[in-house]
């Protein structure tokens, strides 16, 4: 399989001196388009920084990022941004969608930050919508909606531009059981292609059955280890 | 308009109680702004009245005058002295003074009286009712028909009363553009008549009235009239040397600048405050929508956006506002001397902008500042 995503050596810490504290050491790894790659471990175990770094929002004092074949940290801060509007797509934890929009002007955002047009980007947030099946729920304000229903805009909104790379994180932490399940199935069979690839960062072992890889993260350090080993933990 | 600045304008206006409260609070200090400042341009306006509404290119006076209402005697010499300098056309006398009136109904009435050159009638008014030349005619006396002018019981022409134990007929009704600042209504005679029927100090003429025969003929005029120790101005001059007088030898300047400044701190505060209260409430979407790939400048535009709108919303209402509150006063209080000039909008406006601009600054320096880091870490 291409590899998507190719992680080398990245090291992030903060602080100087003898107060630096590293929260990412050394951390190699490859995602391929096509798979669902897990990382998880503990809360603190850098996986949430981990994540920011592969995703372009979080600069590492050390190693490099490619994605794609593009080593996203050469680029400068405008590209960087045009790169993560175009390639790639995130899914929040607390989905971070807009009350004061509706559900469609939602997922339209990140084509809106692309200059669109607006009633274009409408028309192709709600078809979008449709996929996840909220075309119904298109001029409702998220605040209406469930939980598992704003999961799925949050998603939505994600892939509306098309992106290679889909990050969710914790994508079922503020679901129930059901839902995440759902949730996850669905993005297993609507959402993988050949042509993407989906990390998600989350500590709930119910989805695991969802994952091609996992991957562990532990005090900023990571390895990789099998499904089922996990499972019997 | 852009996409990005539709999402702006939908996540301002969208938020009801924070729109509401960062227009009420603009508009307040609009209305404030522009009530003060009107209010002193109302005042500096009525204030030179008489100078407005006689018209007269040069005024001689004595230098001590400030104000037009607080005119000192010349001597007669002096009117002679300036029709002897060679760039006036023309020089006459103004008889300008405080007269009180007996109404037909018996109560008394201050007047301010005009006694106009008796062979010119230079300064006169535009007249409403009547003929200009019945002013020739015995005790004849012209109304101004301004605010003040129901003061003087509504009168019809040929209605009488009595100044100083002189009977007085109406025997004609003007308008002139400008009322005077004091509330009391306004008379025009004839200067001969001003001085017959007024009591007068030695010398009688409140001002001269220049005219000269061209406007480069205007400084050899002033500097003559120096030359005999007597001030000549321009009518501009006069204005700006009244208004002068108020804003700075009277508390009235010095209260509305308080005012004015105070209205600006609360506009700015409530303002400013609410706006980096919404600013604070939507970082996580801010900081969102960076992660998601949005740029600092499309993240400056839209904040800019947002203040620009809700600041010239906040004028537009706080100027409607304000006219309403003068029109609706001005129902009840004929006097009210407020007058919205071109001024005091531009100089609110003025400060709108800089409520903008602070307010925005902030907003703009929180959200550049937000790591989009932040928003994966919760």
Same mark, same amino acid.
């Given at each position: 399989m291409k590899i998507a995503i190719e992680a080398r050596g990245v090291h992030k810490w903060f602080g100087e001196g003898d107060a630096r504290t590293y929260a990412v050491k050394g951390v190699s790894f490859d995602a391929c388009f096509g798979e669902i790659l897990y990382v998880v471990g503990p809360s603190g175990s850098g996986k949430t920084t981990m994540l920011s770094m592969i995703s372009g929002i979080l600069r590492p004092d050390q190693g490099t990022v490619k994605i794609d074949g593009t080593d996203i940290w050469d680029l400068p801060d405008d590209d960087l941004a045009e790169f993560r509007l175009r390639k790639i797509g995130f899914v929040f934890q607390d989905f971070h969608l807009f009350p004061r929009l509706t559900t469609a002007e939602n997922v339209a955002v990140p084509l809106i930050l692309q200059d669109r047009p607006w009633d274009e980007a409408i028309a192709e947030a709600r078809r979008d919508l449709d996929v996840v099946g909220l075309g119904h729920r298109a001029d409702l304000p998220p605040v209406k909606l469930s939980g598992g229903e704003q999961q799925r805009v949050a998603i939505a909104r994600a892939l509306v531009s098309r992106p290679e790379i889909l990050i969710l994180d914790e994508p079922t932490a503020s679901l129930d059981g059901d839902t995440g399940q759902a949730i996850l199935d669905f993005i297993r069979r609507e959402i993988l292609t050949e042509q993407r690839c989906i990390v998600i960062v989350t500590? &709930?072992?119910?989805?695991? &059955?969802?994952?091609d890889r996992i991957v562990q993260m532990e005090d900023g350090r990571l390895k990789s280890i099998e499904r089922e080993k996990l499972d019997a933990q | 308009m852009p996409g990005t600045l539709r999402i702006a304008y939908k996540l301002l206006v969208n938020d009801r109680a924070k729109y509401g409260a960062l227009l009420v609070g603009i508009t307040f200090a609009v209305f404030l702004m522009i009530e003060m400042t009107s209010l002193f341009s109302g005042v500096l306006s009525r204030s030179s009245a008489t100078v407005r509404n006689i018209g007269a290119s040069i005024w001689v006076m004595d230098p001590a005058v400030q104000t037009v209402a607080n005119s000192i005697p010349l001597p007669d010499y002096v009117l002679d002295e300036v029709r002897s300098i060679p760039g006036v056309a023309f020089a006459v006398p103004l008889y300008s003074g405080s007269a009180l009136l007996k109404l037909s109904d018996g109560t008394y009435q201050a007047a301010n009286v005009l006694g106009l050159d008796d062979t010119s009638l230079f300064g006169r008014p535009a007249l409403l009712d009547g003929k200009i030349e019945d002013v020739f005619a015995e005790n004849g006396f012209i109304a101004v028909k301004d605010s003040e002018f129901y003061k003087l019981g509504n009168p019809k022409i040929g209605a009488e009363f009595e100044i100083n134990d002189n009977r007085g007929v109406i025997v004609g009704l003007a308008k002139v553009a400008s009322s005077g600042l004091f509330g009391v209504p306004t008379l025009y005679t004839t200067y001969s008549r001003a001085l017959q029927y007024i009591p007068s100090l030695r010398f009688t003429s409140s001002y001269l009235l220049v005219e000269p025969k061209s406007p480069a003929d205007i400084p050899a005029i002033k500097a003559r009239v120096a030359a005999i120790g007597y001030l000549a101005l321009t009518k501009d001059e006069f204005i700006a040397q009244i208004s002068k007088f108020y804003k700075f030898h009277t508390g009235i300047g010095t209260n509305m600048l308080i005012m004015t400044t105070i209205s600006f701190i609360i506009g700015l505060s409530i303002s400013g405050q609410t706006f980096y209260t919404f600013i604070l409430e939507n970082i996580e979407k801010f900081g969102a929508l960076k992660a998601i790939g949005a740029k600092g400048r499309d993240l400056v535009m839209m904040i800019l956006f947002q203040a620009g709108f809700v600041s010239l919303t906040g004028f537009g209402l706080g100027v409607g506002l304000c006219a309403l509150a003068i029109w609706t006063a001005r129902l009840y209080?004929?006097?009210?001397?407020?007058i919205i000039t071109w001024l005091n909008l531009v100089l609110a406006f003025l400060m709108v902008l800089i409520i903008a601009g602070a307010s925005s600054y902030f907003g703009v320096h929180k959200v550049l500042t937000i790591e989009p880091f932040d928003i994966f870490r919760g």
């Open positions: 500590h &709930d072992s119910r989805i695991f &059955d969802f994952a | 209080l004929p006097d009210y001397a407020a």
